[in-house]
């Protein structure tokens, strides 16, 4: 596609359900972020693929996320029991093989998420 | 990375140029400037990014000091489309993560 591209655009869960977010890249972009962005704050890293491997997940704040890649394309954050704290707006970020030099991030519009 | 420090917010009159500073005292040789912003309900976007020498595109002007403790973003005419929050991040060749910060938030007046 032409960009990244983030669906649900909004979910409202209820405490304690589960939930998945899912982050379409641009097509043959191999590193894929997902950041959290609370209210009035900037986006926080939570973890990093390149292709299906999960380089880094230092970010996620427990264990109830979880993230996958398992064809090193599409990307799904799966967030279980969700918690009040969890609600903000999970953004899904790519970066190509042109852009690995600039290091420029292509930002998708994000999920927000609501707990209630 | 080095973290950076930004003002909270700034107004810029539509047509006149947005100056917006950053400090990065402790930054270090290989880390670049990078810039985002953030438009309201919007994904971040790539502005520009430098590690020496001032650039220049066809979005910003990035202005680095010569001890590149500091920097300065320049819109050369802000429009209404450019509020927005804008980041300054210091990034090393081949880090992962990004640190955002609170950045900036720019409000162009009519």
């Known amino acids: 596609g032409a960009g990244v591209s983030q669906s649900p655009r909004y979910k409202v869960a209820k405490r304690g359900q589960d939930v998945a977010l899912r982050c379409d890249p641009i097509?043959?972009?191999?590193?894929l972020f997902w950041y959290q962005q609370a209210l009035g704050q900037g986006p926080e890293f939570l973890t990093y693929?390149?292709?299906?491997?999960?380089?880094?997940k230092s970010g996620l704040p427990s264990d109830r996320f979880f993230a996958e890649r398992p064809e090193g394309s599409v990307s799904t954050l799966k967030i279980q029991r969700t918690q009040q704290e969890d609600s903000a707006v999970y953004l899904c970020?790519?970066?190509?093989?042109?852009?690995?030099?600039?290091?420029?991030?292509?930002f998708g519009e994000g999920s927000r998420l609501t707990v209630l | 990375d080095a973290k950076t420090t930004q003002p909270t917010s700034m107004d810029c009159a539509e047509g006149r140029a947005a100056n917006l500073p950053c400090n990065h005292s402790?930054?270090?040789?290989?880390?670049?400037v990078y810039w985002y912003r953030q438009i309201h309900s919007q994904g971040p976007q790539y502005i520009i990014h430098?590690?020496?020498n001032n650039e220049t595109n066809e979005m910003a002007s990035l202005i680095i000091t010569e001890d590149r403790k500091s920097s300065t973003l320049i819109l050369p005419h802000a429009t209404l489309r450019d509020t927005a929050v804008y980041y300054c991040?210091?990034?090393?060749?081949?880090?992962?993560?990004?640190?955002f910060g609170t950045g900036t938030r720019l409000t162009v007046i009519p």
């Open positions: 970020a790519t970066l190509g093989r042109g852009s690995l030099n600039t290091g420029e991030l292509f």
């Open positions: 097509s043959g972009h191999v590193s």
């Open positions: 693929f390149q292709n299906e491997a999960q380089l880094d």
């Open positions: 402790t930054i270090s040789g290989n880390e670049y």
């Open positions: 430098g590690l020496k």
């Open positions: 991040i210091v990034r090393s060749t081949g880090a992962n993560n990004l640190f």
